[in-house]
């Protein structure tokens, strides 16, 4: 019997997720927006997210932080990480 591939996390994506780069008086960031799916659309699940970043990360702060559901990250490394984990 072979597995059924029809239905997977990208073809339920209605927003792909999304990276870049930002540059403030602190320097330049990397940041994350999440991808949206049909599944987490209406989820608010930022405060997990945050919590999780917390553990990795520390606190809040100029390593990294949010801002409307934006990831914002100092190291570049630190932002893989938290693709990897949230992908």
């Avoid at 780069?21 to 320097?27: E, F, I, R, Y």
Wanted: some cysteine.
């Amino acid at each position: 019997m072979t597995p059924d591939f029809t239905c997977t996390n990208l073809d339920r994506e209605i927003e792909p997720m999304k990276t870049g780069k930002a540059s403030s008086w602190l320097g330049e960031y990397h940041w994350v927006k999440l991808a949206v799916t049909e599944d987490n659309k209406y989820v608010n699940n930022v405060a997990q997210i945050i919590d999780w970043c917390c553990e990795k990360f520390g606190k809040g702060g100029s390593k990294w932080f949010e801002k409307n559901g934006q990831f914002y990250f100092k190291d570049d490394r630190d932002m893989s990480m938290f693709i990897l984990r949230w992908s």
